[in-house]
């Protein structure tokens, strides 16, 4: 299994370009089985995740044609594809819920395994069940497995979502596309990546209208050939934003809208950060003495995000006196804690808030990755301690990452990959 090896502290400085976004690129690849025409997909990351959706599809009978860089992906679907998704390939990525919306809508029946929990929370589908079925998808689960099916064409109809949800308000924008008639999604995510799949599916001719939570989609009967670009990923510029400022770094972070991370830059603003944002680019320079933050909590969108919340909370450990992190989303993402508490954090968990007190140094230590966002959390950690460190079971972080450990050496930091 492959590991890194850094030696910190590291001062980081230079410049990055932020690659395209993991989570804005998932539901766009769903989406591309409504066409019966070309798709070409630009600016995806190469990122595990990124090829496990892109097999998904050729399992379920798309072609792929990927470009040399394999960041372009042309997709051609057959005229009858399949509709099976199996549990080997969803259990790798839950983002594969993604294909239940549009294969019903576009081929009336699915069969997908249903995604189990995952180390950070139970992360149940039950409100991607429900929407679907109110736009007329019938359902039971078998066996692990959703058996789903229409009769013919979803209907168009009005749903309002008990809680937010980024997936569940993903795979009903998707099925409602195809479907007869008006559906009205209320109470639904609005996150940047959301945003960036309407986007994409109304360039292809899709309607879909936005106010606040509320989406209408008029459904339409076929899409039209379409050309895309993925947006940049917030999260990735987020970390590297968190990075410049755990010792007094300074960076420019090219290619993101800063628009779509304001929450978290005003956070950084607090810590003693000073930024500079352009239309696309970023330029943050670390305080000389972090100030610490009583009261940060992880929200839906245009809250702080909880992809940022294990990078902050290195930040937070870093920070002059006492901070506070209460996690919103997810029951179960404070499973860097142990981690860093390896390296010298001081750090208590009460339910769903982490108590920081803030410490002088961190001191190299060998660490163990658990999830996507608390791998790079463990990295930022480890360019901030003295020494060696190592940090085991990056295949966490090379599901989401892309091209993390180059784009770090290139701002200073010392980074090695052992296979
Ligand atoms: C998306 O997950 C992202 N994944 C996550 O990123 C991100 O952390 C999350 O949104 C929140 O922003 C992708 O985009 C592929 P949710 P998703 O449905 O859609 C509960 C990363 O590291 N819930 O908004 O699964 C759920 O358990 C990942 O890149 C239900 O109870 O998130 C959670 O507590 C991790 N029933 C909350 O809602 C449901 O049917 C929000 O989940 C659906 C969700």
């Known amino acids: 299994m492959d590991k890194f090896l850094i030696n910190g502290p590291c001062k980081i400085k230079g410049n990055v370009s932020i690659s395209g976004s993991k989570n804005a690129s998932l539901p766009i690849l769903a989406a591309t089985l409504l066409f019966d025409k070309p798709v070409v997909i630009k600016n995806l990351p190469r990122v595990r995740d990124i090829n496990t959706m892109l097999n998904l599809l050729k399992s379920l009978g798309s072609k792929i044609i990927l470009s040399r860089d394999k960041k372009t992906a042309k997709i051609i679907n057959k005229k009858n594809m399949k509709t099976f998704a199996s549990y080997s390939l969803v259990k790798t990525m839950r983002g594969s819920i993604l294909v239940l919306g549009p294969l019903i ?21 039950n409100y991607h069940l429900t929407a679907l079925k109110k736009l007329g998808m019938k359902y039971e689960l078998k066996d692990g497995y959703i058996l789903a099916k229409s009769k013919g064409k979803l209907s168009g109809t009005t749903i309002n979502f008990p809680k937010i949800s980024v997936g569940a308000t993903e795979n009903s924008i998707i099925a409602a596309c ?48 379409t050309e895309y670009s993925v947006m940049a990923d917030r999260i990735m510029a987020g970390t590297f934003c968190i990075a410049a400022c755990l010792n007094q770094g300074s960076l420019e972070i090219k290619n993101l809208n800063p628009k779509i991370i304001n929450s978290e830059l005003n956070l950084l603003k607090k810590v003693g950060a000073r930024i500079k944002t352009t239309e696309n680019k970023i330029l943050i320079k670390g305080p000389k003495k972090i100030k610490s933050i009583k009261n940060i909590k992880t929200k839906e969108f245009p809250g702080v995000a909880t992809d940022l919340q294990s990078q902050l909370m290195v930040l937070m450990c870093k920070a002059n006196g006492k901070s506070t992190i209460t996690e919103n989303i997810f029951e179960n993402r404070f499973m860097h804690v142990a981690e860093l508490r390896r390296l010298g954090a001081k750090i208590n968990v009460k339910k769903n808030q982490a108590i920081i007190r803030g410490v002088n140094k961190f001191v190299a230590a060998p660490l163990i990755s658990s999830d996507l966002r608390g791998s790079i959390a463990l990295v930022l950690a480890a360019i901030s301690a003295e020494g060696t460190s190592r940090v085991d079971r990056i295949y966490h972080l090379d599901r989401g990452a892309e091209n993390f450990e180059n784009k770090l050496k290139k701002i200073g930091v010392k980074i090695k990959r052992l296979k």
């Open 178 to 225: 195809l479907a007869k008639g008006k559906t009205i999604l209320k109470n639904c995510a609005i996150e940047p990546e959301i945003k960036d799949l309407t986007n994409f599916l109304n360039k292809a001719g899709a309607k879909i209208k936005w106010k606040g939570r509320v989406c209408k989609i008029i459904g339409v009967n076929s899409l039209n050939q």
């Open 105 to 125: 809508s576009k081929y009336h029946k699915s069969k997908i395994s249903l995604p189990g929990g995952c180390l950070i929370g139970a992360r149940p589908v």
